[in-house]
């Protein structure tokens, strides 16, 4: 198994912490109603605020090294934390970004998008399908463009959250813990490819709990377990996923991808002052949303332990500011 012969450019600051979460299984009714939650750090990576993407540009960045590249493309929503972490991974690779973002923004920009232009990055802003001209015009210039996928989520970024479980099963070994489920995020299942792949081949002890943050089932499981055979196959290792092995709740969207359901309030609002740890409006608010839900249902025992990975997301916030503050004294 040769995760670590995988070519990769050092973006983050691993390891990221694991923690436990003592004030919010306190506010969940204690010891006799709650188990005990740990918190996977990986909103600490660094990279420009950091976030599940500095793992999985480890080994994009590197690719388009290995490619010649002279600028990363990429593309997603406005408030794209990919976006952000992408022009981030460019600066310190030498490379130029262009980022071709879907939607408006209204007023200055706030959140990802300032931060987007801070780092210097080239916007296309609402060319979400404009993709090939823009690799087609970028080589006219004479550039070598790479383009990422949406995500990052192809098999090479896989690889980051590969190399992200033998992290956290290497943790948790050393406390001895062994935590029945992991919960976390999942948008463009890039994530999902890696940490199921990652829990096979490393035997991890929990299994996996995605919330979706977005429709497009069945394809979108399709899609995961394609990943993790491509990137399995990276590795020289069989994985054998099959869709039905995979787990995503699409109980918590709410009305749709990026918009703020109660719930995701709900959970900030705990976390922030319980803990005085930030979720996010799109990703880990609605995945924290999912998990405190399962636990009042009492889907989850008080005598187990879980997993919740925080992939980032906070620079969101700023721009969800009239979403979130909907009742500043509350
Ligand atoms: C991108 C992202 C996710 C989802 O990861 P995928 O690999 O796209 O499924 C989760 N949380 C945050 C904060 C993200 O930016």
Redesign the pocket.
């Known amino acids: 198994m040769s995760i670590a012969r995988q070519a990769r450019f050092r973006l983050a600051a691993l390891p990221t912490p694991l923690e436990e979460l003592p004030r919010l299984r306190e506010a969940l009714g204690g010891a006799r109603r709650a188990p005990r939650i740990l918190i996977k750090r990986d909103?600490l990576t660094g990279l420009a605020f950091g976030?599940?993407?500095a793992r999985?540009l480890e080994f994009l960045v590197a690719d388009a090294q290995r490619a010649g590249a002279t600028v990363l493309v990429t593309t997603g929503a406005v408030q794209?934390?990919?976006a952000r972490m992408t022009a981030a991974a460019a600066c310190k690779a030498g490379l130029r970004a262009v980022l071709v973002l879907s939607g408006k923004a209204a007023g200055p920009p706030q959140g990802n998008l300032l931060l987007d232009e801070l780092l210097g990055a080239e916007v296309r802003l609402g060319e979400a399908d404009a993709v090939p001209p823009v690799m087609e015009e970028l080589r006219g210039r004479g550039e070598r463009p790479y383009l990422i996928p949406?995500?990052?989520?192809s098999a090479v970024?896989a690889l980051g959250y590969v190399l992200g479980t033998l992290e956290l099963v290497t943790q948790l070994a050393e406390r001895g813990e062994t935590p029945s489920r992991l919960y976390?995020?999942?948008?463009?299942?890039?994530?999902?490819a890696g940490l199921e792949l990652g829990a096979r081949l490393y035997s991890a002890p929990y299994r996996l709990h995605g919330i979706a943050?977005s429709g497009g089932e069945p394809e979108k499981t399709a899609r995961a377990v394609r990943i993790a055979s491509e990137a399995a196959a990276l590795l020289g290792v069989e994985a054998r996923l099959r869709p039905e092995d995979l787990l995503t709740d699409h109980g918590y969207i709410g009305e749709g991808y990026g918009i703020v359901t109660e719930g995701c309030r709900e959970a900030i609002r705990m976390l922030a002052r319980e803990e005085g740890i930030l979720l996010?409006p799109?990703?880990?608010g609605k995945?924290m949303a999912g998990l405190l839900d399962h636990l009042r249902r009492g889907e989850i025992e008080p005598h187990e332990t879980v997993v919740f990975l925080h992939?980032?997301?906070a620079p969101a916030l700023f721009a969800y500011a009239g979403e979130i503050r909907t009742d500043p004294t509350g």
């Open positions: 909103d976030g599940n993407k999985k794209s934390n990919h949406i995500g990052g989520s970024g976390y995020a999942s948008g463009s299942r890039g994530t999902q943050v996010d799109v990703y880990t995945a992939t980032g997301g």
